[in-house]
């Protein structure tokens, strides 16, 4: 299939690795030629220079051939006239384009069909509801939702002092006392599939499948104590902070924004009239003090230097705040820190990378494609729903007489809206949904199969 990637910043360097290492025949536009040279030289891809709004440019790198546009270049402007260009060049193509200013949202839904958009993407928008979704159920160190939010796949980091610690996956259940199944496990920078007889140690990070509604049991019974998030400092007023602000107030949790700009702060203040804009520097220890931090539930750092969020983060974790969330913008950085207290990190760009990676496995299979793609375990092993349809093999047999590839590990199995962490003896049915755990790609379900 080929595909036109328009814009090669952080995403669009993100989206040529990994399609690139899928076999796509990928083509990367782009004004910067250093930046060309330089995709040239890591991937397999062909590159044109110029304005990617351009017909010339299009049809140069040819648009007209094309199954897929993406277009996530730095403005918001024109990622949309790319698409509606490409769109009138071929009417047949599929098109996405990053949208980020919030001021947008509602045109671009109403306006879809007009701009030419099979799908838009709002990376801070995605981080917002990711940071949301953990604040509301703090204990976790991530969260992955599947099968309309009945199952997830959540992260935990055994300490020396945890119930996990030294445990074998087999004896795990009489510690849970709770339907679970530990699907990986990193560990030094490796991501295993772990067998009954597998030991957990200090500093592993588990990645648990489970059942949306054991979730406060399973914490509970690891004593993990954990309190309803009520107060949060965000430090940094970017989009996140907007997106995420305004999502906390709704649901009655009170928001304060540290931003060193007077100007964002006024805008701010516009937007969100009923939170608590603070004009200071972040990074400041005086100005988180004289915040209230130590009284605080929760602090989000989200300024736009990477290495002043980490550092916001441990003085936040050394203060004792119950629940630190960390924005990065480079997600190969996480493997770096994972030792480090900066509590659960989020990329924004990793997730926009994943709905556009799921978006292009979909149009690639057109039965038995996946719903969703979640990348897990430091992007060493993905997690991905896929719906059983007609097509799909060894319906109504026993996982024990099915021979699945190795280090493909189905964890999940969602009847008719009861979610089962499967066994030897349990069937998939056409209309269920399976979720399956894996270092391999998979473009459909019946890959999984020998």
């Known amino acids: 299939m080929k595909i036109i990637i328009a814009g090669i910043g952080k995403v669009g360097d993100m989206l040529a690795k990994q399609l690139s290492a899928e076999g796509y025949d990928l083509t990367l536009v782009d004004s910067n030629q250093n930046i060309l040279e330089s995709m040239i030289e890591k991937y397999d891809v062909m590159t044109l220079n110029g304005n990617c709004a351009t017909m010339p440019v299009l049809r140069q790198a040819g648009v007209e051939n094309a199954e897929l546009l993406i277009a996530v270049s730095n403005a918001d402007e024109i990622n949309l006239l790319c698409c509606m260009t490409a769109h009138n060049l071929n009417p047949n193509i599929h098109t996405i384009a990053r949208i980020r200013n919030p001021?947008?949202?509602?045109?671009?839904?109403q306006m879809r069909n007009a701009f030419g958009l099979s799908l838009y993407v709002?990376?801070?928008?995605?981080?917002?509801?990711?940071?949301?979704?953990?604040?509301r159920?703090?204990?976790?160190?991530?969260?992955?939702?599947f099968a309309k939010d009945r199952v997830e796949i959540v992260e935990l980091r055994v300490d020396a002092n945890s119930k996990l610690n030294g445990v074998s996956l087999s004896d795990l259940n009489n510690i849970v006392k709770c339907q679970i199944l530990v699907c990986v496990v990193l560990r030094n920078k490796t991501a295993i599939m772990p067998n009954g007889r597998f030991v957990l140690e200090p500093e592993d990070r588990i990645y648990v499948t489970a059942p949306t509604n054991v979730l406060a049991f399973l914490l509970k019974n690891l004593g993990i104590i954990t309190k309803k998030v009520s107060r949060v400092i965000l430090a940094g007023g970017g989009r996140v902070s907007y997106y995420l602000a305004d999502d906390l107030e709704r649901g009655g949790i009170d928001v304060e924004i540290i931003e060193k700009d007077?100007?964002?702060?006024?805008?701010?203040?516009?937007?969100?009239?009923?939170?608590?804009?603070?004009?200071g520097d972040a990074s400041s220890q005086s100005m988180l003090e004289s915040e209230?931090?130590?009284?605080?539930?929760?602090v989000v750092s989200l300024t736009g230097l990477d290495e002043m969020n980490i550092v916001i983060s441990l003085y936040a974790?050394?203060?004792?705040?119950?629940?630190?969330?960390?924005?990065?913008?480079?997600?190969?950085d996480t493997m770096i820190l994972s030792r480090l207290p900066i509590g659960s990190v989020v990329c924004p760009k990793e997730l926009c990378c994943n709905t556009i990676i799921r978006y292009v496995r979909a149009i690639h299979n057109q039965s038995g494609a996946a719903v969703s793609v979640h990348s897990i375990a430091s992007g060493l092993a993905e997690a991905v729903e896929f719906s059983v349809d007609p097509s799909t093999k060894n319906c109504n047999t026993p996982l024990k007489s099915i021979k699945?590839?190795?280090?493909?590990?189905?964890?999940?199995?969602?009847?008719?809206?009861?979610?089962?962490?499967?066994?030897?003896d349990s069937m998939f049915h056409q209309g269920d949904t399976v979720i399956v755990v894996t270092n391999k790609v998979l473009m459909q379900l019946n890959d999984i199969f020998e």
């Open 122 to 135: 709002n990376p801070e928008k995605q981080a917002a509801e990711k940071i949301a979704n953990l604040l």
């Open 103 to 109: 001021e947008y949202t509602e045109q671009i839904y």
């Open 292 to 298: 209230g931090m130590s009284e605080c539930d929760a």
């Open 262 to 279: 007077r100007e964002r702060c006024t805008e701010l203040a516009a937007m969100l009239p009923t939170a608590n804009i603070v004009l």
């Open 404 to 424: 699945i590839k190795k280090n493909v590990l189905i964890v999940c199995i969602s009847h008719s809206g009861k979610t089962e962490i499967p066994n030897g």
């Open 317 to 332: 974790a050394d203060m004792g705040i119950p629940q630190v969330i960390t924005k990065l913008g480079h997600a190969e």
């Open 137 to 145: 159920f703090p204990g976790f160190l991530k969260r992955e939702s």
